[in-house]
């Protein structure tokens, strides 16, 4: 019975210093998508085009563009674009928004946050890795209104590698 015991603890004591390891790193692609995230929402916070306090905003964020050369989910970019703008200080609210939700009747404190990826130029080749420039587009609008807002274009490079 106490060899039973002490496999017991042994075990147990295994299985705590299991959990409070070290957590495993975030993909390589997670990282890249958080950090271009995080500068997109740190632009669009900077100086914020609405006239009422952050936290009573509701952005509606639109499923992004992305060109498929750049070989990211639009899903993924989303989920880490809204984890960046929730991150803030003084955060928004954000929802995820689709065309068949629609345009008309949203209340005032509604925005519609678009974005567009692209590749900026050619594939960039260095010794130990290659890089693919990009621009981000983000752009803010009131829901049924053609008339953006606000804009911002943010230029970088992708480790291909990540990708």
């Known amino acids: 019975m106490t060899l039973l015991r002490?496999?017991?603890?042994?075990?147990?004591?295994l299985l705590l210093a299991a959990c409070a390891g070290a957590p495993e790193r975030p993909a390589t692609l997670r990282q890249a998508l958080f950090g271009l995230?995080?500068?997109a929402s740190a632009r669009l916070l900077e100086q914020p085009v609405w006239?009422?306090?952050?936290?009573?905003?509701?952005?509606l964020l639109a499923e992004p563009e992305i060109e498929a050369r750049l070989h990211i989910d639009g899903q993924r970019f989303s989920e880490s674009f809204t984890r960046s703008l929730l991150a803030?200080?003084?955060?928004?609210?954000v929802l995820n928004w689709t065309p068949e939700?629609?345009?008309?009747?949203m209340l005032d404190n509604q925005w519609l946050l678009e974005?567009?990826?692209?590749?900026?130029?050619p594939l960039l080749r260095l010794t130990d890795r290659e890089l693919l420039p990009y621009q981000l587009t983000?752009?803010?609008?009131?829901?049924g209104e053609p008339l953006?807002?606000?804009?911002?274009?943010?230029?970088?490079?992708?480790d291909v590698t990540a990708l």
């Open 6 to 13: 002490a496999a017991a603890v042994v075990m147990l004591c």
């Open 148 to 158: 953006v807002q606000w804009e911002a274009h943010l230029q970088g490079a992708l």
């Open 138 to 143: 983000v752009t803010l609008r009131r829901p």
């Open 51 to 59: 006239q009422r306090p952050t936290a009573d905003i509701v952005l």
């Open 37 to 39: 995230s995080e500068r």
């Open 115 to 121: 974005s567009q990826l692209v590749a900026d130029g």
């Open 88 to 93: 803030q200080p003084d955060s928004p609210q």
């Open 101 to 105: 939700m629609g345009e008309t009747g």
